[in-house]
């Protein structure tokens, strides 16, 4: 392909071997750059995943950084349905038909998995290196499949361009979730929202706030005994989840509150002090990163409508702390959607390294769609028909 014989790669094991300014260069806000990837590292989840960066280089010159992980990845959470069913049955006789073991371009946990590249470096241009380098990689730890995950536009755009160059099929992902902020306050926020997405929201608030006071605070660098609280949210919150990628640690929450990227708002009973709801969130230029939340469930019943109290806030402090956008990540898409958030299409493109499974899993992945994906985006979808947004503007009413 034009233009790829100029680049090289070079492998490094940590994030922190990789020049904190070419860093800066290559992940700016709001993309999550080297903290997050050293977080990672240190967070003791090398039982779940490798990790691994390619720094691609032009004539020597450091031009793009490439976060890779491997994983051997339940089956059931990549395969199409029919097959996953067929391989988690062999499963229980034979692990490797359970597990695939995956190398992937991107990054665990973040929204986008974005390849930093220097301004003026085309995907089309590195992209032949950076899979060249990804299958020799892959055969050398024995993985079976190659991802670059979740690409957004425009990088997917450049790989659909390649994708037959580079031997890839298309699969589409669990869309993003976005929303604008037109000014602070949640009350410039209350405006944007439909008339009867704003009603119930507020009637929703209003419901929560008349069972019980709950007194919020933004911390960073929260204490010991306010970290076991927040694990102890956190984890009955992912044990709640039918999706589940990562399975983080106490260990990550003691690794990420050192970082000045990351604040906790705390939402804790006015009588009892007790906490009551958390949000682990990014602040990244201007965009705000709502990254993880707990409740505690037994306080809740739903009743109370933790969740939606917990957005008011987040949105209160994202705004005034000059955020523009909010990102709120993949999955539970039906409060989101009712809190006016905007789907982000991003993309999978995958290689199997056996040629014969590769063609099978092109074929079968070619009717994978969001409504395949999740039922709250399929009751979504067909509510809305053309307009996956659902968002055709604010009115009065």
Not at 218 to 234: C, G, K, R, S
């Amino acid at each position: 392909m034009p233009g790829d014989s100029e680049f090289s790669v070079r492998w490094f094991a940590s994030a922190a071997q990789i020049a904190s300014d070419h860093w800066e260069t290559c992940f700016p806000p709001p993309l999550e750059g080297q903290w997050w990837y050293i977080t990672l590292e240190h967070s003791r989840i090398e039982d779940q995943f490798t990790f691994a960066y390619m720094q691609i280089e032009r004539s020597g010159e450091p031009v793009g950084i490439v976060p890779v992980f491997i994983m051997d990845v339940p089956i059931d959470l990549v395969a199409p349905p029919a097959i996953a069913r067929v391989l988690k049955l062999l499963g229980t006789l034979i692990r490797a038909a359970r597990y695939q073991r995956t190398l992937f371009i991107g990054s665990v946990c973040a929204d986008e998995g974005t390849v930093g590249l220097k301004p003026g470096i085309p995907l089309t241009h590195a992209a032949p290196v950076i899979q060249r380098a990804a299958d020799e990689r892959a055969r050398i730890e024995q993985c079976n499949m190659i991802v670059w995950k979740d690409v957004p536009d425009p990088q997917a755009g450049d790989l659909e361009s390649i994708k037959t160059d580079l031997r890839l099929f298309k699969l589409v992902s669990f869309p993003g979730t976005r929303l604008r902020l037109s000014g602070p306050g949640f009350e410039a926020y209350l405006k944007t929202l439909k008339g009867s997405r704003r009603h119930n929201l507020k009637k929703k608030l209003r419901r929560g706030k008349e069972l019980g006071k709950l007194h919020t605070t933004v911390a960073q660098h929260p204490d010991d005994a306010t970290l076991d609280e927040i694990w102890n949210l956190f984890r009955q919150t992912y044990e709640k989840g039918t999706t589940k990628f990562e399975r983080f640690n106490i260990e990550f929450f003691r690794q990420i509150r050192r970082c000045p990227q990351a604040h906790f708002i705390l939402m804790r009973d006015a009588d009892t002090h007790a906490l009551a709801a958390f949000m682990l969130c990014f602040q990244l230029g201007t965009r705000a990163v709502n990254k993880f939340i707990g409740f505690d469930y037994t306080l809740d019943g739903g009743d109370r409508f933790l969740y939606f109290q917990l957005w008011e806030q987040f949105v209160e402090w994202a705004s005034r702390a000059g955020a523009t956008e909010l990102q709120s990540g993949q999955t539970g898409y039906r409060a989101k959607l009712d809190i006016g958030h905007d789907l982000v299409p991003l993309t999978n493109y995958c290689k199997h390294l056996s040629p014969f499974l590769h063609g099978i899993f092109e074929k079968v992945t070619r009717d994978v769609k969001w409504e395949t994906l999740d039922e709250d985006l399929a009751v979504f979808l067909k509510a809305h028909g053309d307009d996956p947004t659902g968002r055709p503007g604010a009115d009065s009413s």
